[in-house]
């Protein structure tokens, strides 16, 4: 099935975004997993648990700074990632940055945020109400909103994984990559639809926040009930008309949810199996993996590991004492 325009259109900013920011991202490794396998089974790790800020974030934070002026303030809203990318961001290109975060926020990534001195405000406890604040405070005091997955240059930073798994792996049948809002599969899937069509990408949600994939499946924004999720920076709502929707439902190929028992196995793999530690996110997307048993048999598959920016107190429990 041939691309459409707004596919082509996506991973064109990719490019772009790519040759933009390059100097400043870390080249993340494709890791080979630890595990050993049969009939010509293999598993990589996209390792941007190693990207600056700790998360993928900062490719699309760097993208969408870079394509704007300096001389208009931004805002934007965060469930941490994002918002931690963001603040990085802002010191490099020098704009002026508010960020607002659900009262729910990891305390570690409060905190890094507040020390690279950006304005924080809290506001709620979901991050989808959260976001609707952070607009509201766009429009009523002249900033610019700086969507965490709504906007084409963010998406675009974000494709730039896509364009690196490309360059580093001779094969790739298989990726999967954890949703929230949908910014990061977007942006992949993009790339991949473009340059490498016969790859398959699974999108990953967590059962407890599954906004944009329950979207997907209706074929129109559903708004969906929210609790508290090990994948805390996939949680939320997705914005009304947003074009992850679209872009979603046109470059996924399967989509799988994952219940916090098996979410909690797949950072236990990363942890004891494989010997990294990932936040909820990442070990979302490694859950699938393991629960996808048939179609993964015989193929290269990559997991994309989103982040490791997890709360030392939430992670513990899941995969035993820490000293």
Avoid at 126 to 135: K, P, T, V
Wanted: some cysteine; hydrophobic content about 40%; glycine content about 10%.
């Amino acid at each position: 099935m041939t691309a459409s325009s707004a596919v082509l259109e996506q991973a064109a900013l990719s490019v772009a975004a790519y040759r933009r920011i390059k100097r400043w991202l870390t080249l993340t490794p494709c890791i080979p997993s630890r595990l050993s396998f049969n009939n010509d089974t293999e598993l990589v790790f996209k390792a941007d648990n190693f990207q600056k800020t700790g998360s993928f974030k900062f490719r699309g934070a760097m993208s969408k700074l870079t394509s704007l002026s300096t001389d208009v303030p931004a805002i934007t809203a965060s469930s941490g990632n994002h918002g931690l990318a963001l603040a990085t961001a802002a010191q490099i290109t020098g704009h002026d940055l508010t960020v607002v975060l659900p009262e729910t926020v990891a305390r570690e990534k409060l905190s890094r945020i507040k020390a690279l001195g950006v304005e924080t405000i809290l506001h709620s406890n979901d991050s989808g109400l959260a976001e609707l604040y952070a607009q509201k405070l766009a429009k009523e005091q002249g900033k610019i909103y700086c969507s965490p997955y709504n906007d084409p240059q963010v998406i675009a930073g974000q494709g730039t994984i896509a364009l690196e798994m490309l360059e580093q792996l001779p094969r790739l049948d298989v990726v999967y990559v954890s949703i929230g809002g949908g910014g990061l599969i977007s942006g992949i899937g993009a790339v991949l639809k473009a340059f490498s069509p016969s790859t398959r990408l699974v999108g990953v949600s967590a059962v407890n926040s599954a906004a944009l994939a329950t979207s997907i499946r209706a074929g129109y924004n559903v708004e969906v009930t929210h609790t508290n999720t090990l994948a805390d920076g996939c949680a939320g709502g997705v914005d009304e008309g947003s074009i992850t929707l679209a872009l979603g439902s046109e470059v996924i190929d399967e989509l799988i949810d994952c219940t916090e028992d098996q979410i909690a196995d797949g950072i236990r793999h990363m942890a004891w199996g494989e010997k990294m530690l990932v936040e909820g996110s990442a070990g979302l997307a490694q859950a699938a993996w393991q629960v996808d048993a048939h179609n993964r048999t015989g193929k290269v598959s990559a997991v994309v590991l989103c982040g490791a920016n997890f709360d030392r107190d939430r992670i513990a429990p899941v995969i035993g004492s820490v000293t």
